[in-house]
């Protein structure tokens, strides 16, 4: 519980800190962006993660797919649906 509240403190101290230090529009766009793909599709995998846990059907959701589905979006899910069912 304390650790999350620290990680939380720190990020916000962080966004707060490149906004008043002055980052570029572009460049907060663009990490925005990353930021609300993540957060949806970590959302998509935990509704998928909910639906098919009747067929033994998981995606671990971490920090490693976070950062996998921020950078790919829904095709990152796809990729991750086949790498579950072949692979694993």
């Known amino acids: 519980m ?16 490149l906004l008043l230090v002055g980052l570029p529009v572009k460049a907060l766009k663009l990490i925005s962006k990353y930021v609300l793909r ?16 009747s067929n033994n ?9 976070c950062a996998f589905l921020s950078v790919l979006g829904v095709p990152g899910i796809v ?8 692979i694993v």
Not at 38 to 52: K, P, S
Not at 57 to 65: L, S
């Open 38 to 53: 993540g957060i949806v599709c970590v959302m998509i995998v935990f509704i998928l993660n909910y639906a098919l846990a």
């Open 2 to 17: 304390v650790n999350s509240i620290i990680m939380i403190s720190v990020v916000l101290f962080v966004i707060l800190f």
């Open 57 to 65: 059907f998981h995606i671990p959701i971490n920090t490693v797919t």
């Open 79 to 86: 990729a991750l649906s086949v790498i579950g069912i072949y």
